[in-house]
Structure formats: structure tokens, C-alpha cells
């Protein structure tokens, strides 16, 4: 673990991250280096991506930025430790660059919509819809092969970091596209044409 610091605007800004995402941290550091000074403020909250930050004043003028704690309640609980959102920051992006896709960014709250029992299956799909209101993400679970079960379910995409992580990194694809899983492992992403985009990227 490591802390990086920033004079930013007069103020001090601590970021606590594994050393490897040093590049995700500056990212987070020019970003708020754009924000109007005068919201650089105790509680000042801003999302980038799947997460949202909050600038923290320790003493005048030294600020921690911290989000939410994903290992407990990110609804409640607030860590430090940027690793787990940098990581999924970094997981999105290069997964949307060797995609060539233009990213359509998911909240860690957002709902993703699953049939019953499909993450225990072998082999699923994900779809992302447009059509959907504020806190859906779009992103639908479903069978490969007919489960024979029509029932669904709903839950927050943070949650999978736990049951299954693999899926996080395609959860930036922008409306239309489709990814294939077997397994741990992707075996097709189809874009809005229903063109391959995955067999390409190899």
C-alpha cells in the first residue's frame, strides 16, 4: 500500500492505493485538478466511472479522498483504500481499448437483472438495453441454453465482486452489446452490428 500525495489548488490531496495503480491515481488527480476550486471542500463527493469519491479534510488543508467500502456496505461504509475502485477503473477501461468501444459508464449501485440460478451455470450471456430508467444499469444475465425457468431476479453490480468478479470488467460496454461466458472466460463480445468485436481483439 501506498500513499500518493498532490498539491492541488492550495490543498493537499492524499490518495491511498496499491503502488501498481499509480497511473489510475493521476487520472484521479488531473480530474481534480479541472473541479472549480471552490468546491474543493471537506465532503465535496465526485464519480468517476463505477465509483464515487469524497475529499475528506484531516487538518486544514490535508484532504483524504475515500469511497465507498465494498468489502462491507458501500451504502454505509467509507474506506481509504482506493484499490478495489481503482482496480475496477483500470479492469473497464482496458477492457473497453482492446474492444475499440466507446464506454457507457455503470455505477457500483446500479441494478443488473439475472434469471434464477444463472451464475451457477457454465455457460451465460450478458445483453445491455437502453430502454431502462435512472439506477438500471441495463445489463440483463440470462442462459446460453434454456434453463427452463423464467424467474428473475435484481442485483446492485458491486455485488459481483464477490460472486463473480470476471464479469466486472465488461460492465462499461455502451447499449447493445453482448458478451458470451464460459466459465471463467469470455468466448465472444458482439457489438451493436452483432459483429464478433472479441475474435478480432486476440
Request: proline content about 2%.
Amino acid at each position: 500500500m501506498k500513499k500518493f500525495e498532490k498539491r492541488i489548488m492550495g490543498r493537499t490531496i492524499i490518495v491511498t492505493a496499491e503502488k501498481e495503480l499509480e497511473p489510475q491515481v493521476e487520472i484521479l488527480f488531473a480530474i481534480l485538478e479541472q473541479v472549480d476550486s471552490n468546491k474543493l471542500i471537506h465532503g465535496f463527493s465526485l464519480q468517476v466511472g463505477w465509483s464515487v469519491y469524497y475529499l475528506h479534510e484531516k487538518e486544514t488543508g490535508y484532504f483524504l479522498l475515500t469511497t465507498a467500502d465494498y468489502a462491507k456496505n458501500p451504502f454505509e461504509d467509507i474506506t481509504e483504500d482506493l484499490t478495489l475502485s481503482l482496480w475496477v477503473q483500470l479492469e473497464q477501461s482496458h477492457f473497453l481499448r482492446k474492444m475499440n468501444a466507446d464506454g457507457l459508464s455503470i455505477k457500483f449501485s446500479d441494478k443488473i437483472i439475472l434469471t434464477k440460478g444463472v451464475l451457477e451455470l457454465e455457460k451465460i450471456y450478458l445483453q445491455r438495453n437502453a430502454d431502462v430508467e435512472k439506477g438500471d444499469s441495463g445489463w440483463y444475465i440470462g442462459p446460453v441454453e434454456d434453463n427452463n425457468t423464467t424467474e428473475l431476479y435484481d442485483l446492485y453490480a458491486y455485488q459481483l465482486l464477490k460472486i463473480k468478479p470476471e464479469i466486472i470488467q465488461v460492465l462499461a460496454l455502451p447499449n447493445d452489446y453482448m458478451v458470451v461466458f464460459k466459465g471463467n472466460e469470455i468466448k465472444a463480445v458482439l457489438n451493436e452490428n452483432d459483429v464478433d468485436v472479441f475474435k478480432d481483439s486476440l
